[in-house]
């Protein structure tokens, strides 16, 4: 088994801020009807939102369903001041989350116990669950959270989990000599849960070699590195901090670029049928 490329996995946040008045305003920011790119230069601090459950935060809004678009889910990147954070951070009780932190603290308080969570830590809160989110540290806390609403599955219930994904032992894909792997942070083999997040690793110069196409969603968010990727009919730059949005049976692969390793947060809807409004 070859030894990763890097032993200190980087996990990329904006700094948010404005561009000078004499650079060029053309960037790589694209909306199409089978994917979505948001460019890191573009997480400025006037795209911003305010959640009004949260205090001393502020949040760039990656994804939200819309016509034409992913529909599946609702995806952030979150920016906490120390002391800032939330008592009731998730205002559907059918909602599950997950939260991923990049840089900074942050605690989760969930069933009376406190949850610390440092870069590459990650929470999943099943839906129903009365959680809280605090910056008790002394820098901002800054952390991907994805919410979907959870589709019941009689005699499956879904349960917290909280980890670091550095703890995890990530998977190799058949036949690449562990050049593309996978840390899966929700269990795979456990039907109650439906959806994953994975943390895929490239080596520079690993490929998916095939177009896949396929009826998950996904958001990607580049953790590190750089690679060019194949989103529909077009190759695209992406480097750490972009974000990407894809629909339903967009085709996808990608050439990882170097110098380090391309790493990026994916989400995807999983186990579960296709719902036609039949009886």
């Known amino acids: 088994m070859n030894t990763p490329q890097s032993d200190t996995p980087r996990y990329y946040a904006a700094a948010g801020g404005l561009p000078g008045q004499t650079e060029l305003l053309t960037g790589r920011a694209v909306v199409t009807e089978a994917y979505t790119v948001i460019p890191r230069g573009v997480l400025r601090d006037i795209v911003t ?25 609702a995806q952030y990147l979150v920016e906490v001041a120390p002391g800032g954070g939330s008592r009731a951070p998730e205002p559907e009780l059918t909602v599950e989350s997950f939260v991923f932190v990049l840089e900074g603290a942050l605690t989760i308080r969930l069933l009376g116990r ?6 590459g830590g990650f929470a999943y809160l099943p839906p129903e669950a009365l959680w809280s989110a ?20 009689a005699g499956h ?7 670091n994904e550095q703890d995890i032992e990530p998977a190799a894909m058949p036949g690449t000599d562990n050049k593309w792997r996978t840390t899966r942070m929700i269990p795979v083999d456990d039907v109650a849960y439906d959806m994953h997040v994975n ?43 972009d974000y990407m949005s894809l629909r339903a049976f967009c085709p996808q692969a990608c050439y990882a670029g170097g110098p380090s390793n391309f790493r990026y947060l994916l989400y995807k809807d999983v186990n579960r049928q296709v719902l036609l409004g039949g009886r």
């Open 134 to 153: 605090y910056n008790e540290g002394g820098e901002p806390a800054k952390f991907q959270w994805i919410r979907k609403a959870y589709q019941p599955l």
């Open 49 to 73: 939102s305010v959640l009004p459950e949260w205090t001393d935060t502020r949040t760039w809004i990656l994804n939200r369903p819309v016509a034409g678009g992913a529909t599946t889910f």
């Open 199 to 241: 943390v895929v690793t490239f080596e520079p110069g690993a490929v998916i070699p095939f177009a896949e196409t396929h009826v998950m969603e996904h958001g990607l968010y580049v953790l590190e590195g750089k690679a060019v990727y194949r989103l529909n009919q077009d190759w695209v730059e992406v480097e750490e901090g």
């Open 157 to 163: 219930t879904p349960q917290p989990v909280f980890g």
């Open 114 to 119: 406190d949850h610390v969570l440092t870069p």
